[in-house]
């Protein structure tokens, strides 16, 4: 047997690092980053808990990188959605994110358990701080487009009813009316606007 190639060692080590993100995701997502250990992380990553130390040097080390996975993923999401029609680019905003809410169980209730931990984790609250300028940022720009008369407050507004709904999928599950919610979001901001 001939020994592994430089590609194939980086071909191991990625596949053990997506395995150590997708557990330490599901347990912080479930049980909360203070109640799961790297050796809980480690089992269900089927590795070992020396191979998690090897990739990340602490379990704080470990959360930055499932936060900057799932920051990445936001990126992605959002570049899916873009169109040049501003009020088709909110309508599929307002679509993935209420589709992420019901798809996504266990990274809301991680962002919802990080959101009312940010003085704990400080490069959390510092990424979630630029996101989230940029996120309401482009919320008003698309509200510019299609008229609204006070775009950034209703950019904030917005942002704000994202943030409850997602507390209150989180909260009641299947009873939540995510559908009606959804279409009387799509209706109020991309339907009415005086730009259609």
């Known amino acids: 047997?001939?020994?592994?190639?430089?590609?194939?060692?980086?071909?191991?080590?990625?596949?053990?690092?997506?395995?150590?993100?997708?557990?330490?995701?599901?347990?912080f997502g479930t049980r909360g980053y203070e109640a799961t250990s790297i050796?809980?992380?480690?089992?269900?990553?089927?590795?070992?808990?020396?191979?998690?130390?090897?990739?990340?040097?602490?379990?704080?080390?470990?959360?930055?990188?499932?936060?900057?996975?799932?920051?990445?993923?936001?990126?992605?999401?959002?570049?899916?959605?873009?169109?040049?029609?501003p009020?088709?680019?909110?309508?599929?905003?307002?679509?993935?994110?209420?589709?992420?809410l019901a798809e996504n169980d266990r990274l809301n209730r991680l962002l919802v358990s990080l959101s009312t931990q940010l003085d704990r984790f400080q490069f959390v609250r510092d990424l979630a701080s630029k996101k989230?300028?940029?996120?309401?940022?482009?919320?008003?720009e698309l509200l510019q487009k299609l008229d609204f008369e006070d775009a950034k407050t209703e950019a904030r507004i917005l942002a704000t009813f994202f943030d409850g709904i997602?507390?209150?999928?989180?909260?009641m599950k299947e009873e939540y009316p995510l559908l009606e919610v959804q279409e009387m979001l799509i209706n109020k901001y991309c339907k009415n606007s005086t730009v259609n």
């Open 1 to 27: 047997m001939s020994p592994r190639s430089k590609a194939q060692f980086e071909e191991i080590r990625e596949a053990s690092t997506k395995k150590i993100l997708e557990a330490a995701l599901e347990l």
């Open 39 to 85: 050796a809980q992380i480690a089992k269900s990553a089927e590795v070992s808990k020396g191979l998690v130390y090897n990739y990340f040097e602490s379990k704080e080390h470990l959360l930055e990188a499932v936060v900057m996975d799932l920051m990445n993923i936001g990126d992605e999401m959002v570049e899916q959605m873009l169109d040049p029609d």
């Open 87 to 100: 009020a088709k680019t909110l309508e599929n905003l307002i679509k993935t994110v209420f589709q992420w």
């Open 132 to 140: 989230m300028d940029g996120y309401l940022m482009m919320l008003e």
């Open 166 to 171: 997602a507390l209150h999928v989180m909260m």
